[in-house]
């Protein structure tokens, strides 16, 4: 083809070479999702599992540390309201306990009885020297329900409602907003209730506390057993005092003083078998 004179091509042509642009030395490449390292997330992965076995060995720690205590309070307590006050202090660690009781079941008499009862909410508190057969005062709610079932429980507002409505239990003290509760049993046998239960909204349990207070309930049944029976003892000794000449008094004390030496030390046995190494 003839060119026509007198015009110039300004322009690229389809055949020419792109032009090069030098890239200045200091600049940087624009930092993009696609650019973050590739190690990054998986650090921050290991950082979260390594934050969460950290919390769960502090926690298993907590525990080992609450069943030590309930185990010494059995032989320290100077007496049994202040073995069930060391105990509401030592659950208090593991969980929100500020609405705690302990009961004790006669399973012969079928009689329940409210020797330690911290409630923030109930102004009129079982009396702790009295025992009430199943169906009448106390033992008409949550506690002899679970007594009758033998197994934990864990309630919410909604869940007590549908028990009274279907005649399982009778409204009783304040009406929590979660209650959970679990048997205290020692040789197979039921001998009372450990409950914790909440009045507030905003303090509600987590679903792994029923476990834990099922665990911690069958260390407080061993320790609960073991005060009983020092407890006896202590009495026993109190009344030989009255009755018996000093001498002989003596002698029987210290009979009965290696007795729960002996027992005591079993007991303590038995429990580091349980628990482990501490």
């Known amino acids: 083809m003839r060119r026509t004179p007198g015009r110039r091509r300004t322009g690229p042509h389809r055949g020419d070479p792109e032009p090069v642009v030098p890239k200045d030395p200091k600049s940087k490449p624009p930092v993009t999702r696609r650019s973050e390292p590739a190690g990054l997330k998986a650090a921050q ?156 909204e905003d303090r509600r349990y987590a679903p792994g506390d029923l476990d834990l207070l099922t665990f911690v309930g069958q260390h407080v049944a061993s320790a609960l057993t073991r005060a009983r029976a020092i407890e006896e003892t202590r009495q026993r000794n109190a009344e030989l005092a009255i009755v018996v000449p000093d001498q002989e008094t003596a002698r029987i004390q210290e009979c009965h003083a290696l007795m729960i030496h002996l027992l005591c030390e079993g007991l303590d046995r038995l429990l580091r078998d349980e628990t482990g190494p501490r």
């Open 45 to 200: 992965k290991r950082i979260g599992e390594l934050e969460a076995r950290e919390a769960e060995r502090a926690h298993a720690e907590q525990v080992q540390a609450a069943l030590y205590g309930i185990a010494e309070t059995a032989s320290t307590a100077k007496d049994m309201p202040s073995f069930y006050a060391a105990i509401h202090e030592i659950v208090g660690t593991l969980m929100y306990a500020d609405n705690f009781y302990i009961a004790l079941y006669d399973e012969d008499r079928q009689a329940i009885n409210f020797p330690y009862f911290q409630d923030e909410a109930d102004p009129d508190p079982p009396d702790p020297s009295v025992w009430s057969p199943f169906g009448e005062g106390w033992a008409r709610g949550s506690t002899a329900y679970l007594l009758r079932h033998g197994v934990p429980q864990f309630w919410d507002a909604k869940r007590g409602r549908e028990l009274i409505a279907q005649g399982e239990i009778e409204e009783v003290g304040a009406f929590a907003v979660e209650w959970l509760g679990v048997p205290l049993k020692a040789d197979g046998r039921s001998i009372g209730v450990l409950a914790v239960q909440s009045y507030r």
